[in-house]
């Protein structure tokens, strides 16, 4: 399963998502416009992609698990920022389009740690509610 590539067409985009090590590798493309726009059953497919391989890494006997020293998101006014590295991943509420929009600054696919992921799982259940 270490090479398993997800590779999901959403309403706008693309994401991609495979396992890299003790890293979840998200990428994200979108050719028409600037972002990716997930509808509700996109969002539930990647967050149950999520969970998968975050369950498969944080059950390996040789990951080291690193506290959850607190928020790694920043909330801007109706966004969700994560800095990672020299990128920057945002995630929102297109109300118009009635999707999920996820944006890349930066690098477009980005190594997170697991503690990463939950939070973004997280955003993306809230953001359908």
Not at 106 to 114: A, K, P, V
Request: proline share 1%.
């Amino acid at each position: 399963m270490e090479n398993q590539i997800y590779n999901w067409f959403v309403k706008n985009g693309n994401i991609q998502i495979q396992k890299n090590g003790d890293c979840i590798s998200l990428q994200v493309s979108y050719k028409n416009g600037d972002c990716c726009l997930l509808t509700h059953s996109d969002a539930d497919e990647i967050i149950e992609i999520l969970i998968s391989i975050s369950r498969q890494i944080w059950e390996d006997p040789n990951y080291v698990r690193k506290a959850y020293s607190g928020q790694l998101f920043k909330k801007i006014e109706d966004k969700f920022l994560w800095e990672i590295g020299t990128s920057e991943l945002f995630i929102k509420y297109n109300e118009t389009e009635d999707a999920i929009e996820i944006k890349c600054n930066g690098n477009s696919t980005l190594n997170l740690e697991i503690n990463y992921i939950v939070e973004i799982i997280q955003i993306l259940e809230h953001l359908q509610l």
